[in-house]
Nanobody
Framework: QVQEVESGGGLVQAGGSLRLSCAAS??????IGWYRQAPGKEREFVAG????????YYADSVKGRFTISRDNAKNTVFLQMNSLKPEDTAIYYC??????????????WGPGTQVTVSS
């Protein structure tokens, strides 16, 4: 079964940038979503992209700051995060998802990648 693995997290100062990667173990023709979970909070949708890359979706909290993209030749989805804020601190996960804005995650969650934004 195809599985996605996240990477690229780290510690950054407020206003800084990070680029997360979501590498799939095989070819997928599914929408992919990025989600995050902050300490003490539920996991929430951050951004999504259709399998063709033609449609993208964002949570209001990241719109204008984050950009999702994909390279299907490399089975990889990216999340470029700019103008980071302390409230963006969370573990970030990617997952194949059903269609629509947030969609429904389709596979077991991976370990995620930690993003920490210091003020």
């Amino acid at each position: 079964q195809v599985q996605e693995v996240e990477s690229g997290g780290g510690l950054v100062q407020a206003g800084g940038s990070l680029r997360l990667s979501c590498a799939a173990s095989g070819r997928t023709f599914l929408d992919i979503g990025w989600y995050r979970q902050a300490p003490g909070k539920e996991r929430e949708f951050v951004a999504g992209i259709s399998w063709s890359g033609g449609s993208t979706y964002y949570a209001d909290s990241v719109k204008g700051r984050f950009t999702i993209s994909r390279d299907n030749a490399k089975n990889t989805v990216f999340l470029q995060m700019n103008s980071l804020k302390p409230e963006d601190t969370a573990i970030y996960y990617c997952n194949a998802k059903s269609g629509g804005v947030a969609g429904t995650p389709l596979r077991p969650w991976g370990p995620g990648t930690q993003v920490t934004v210091s003020s």
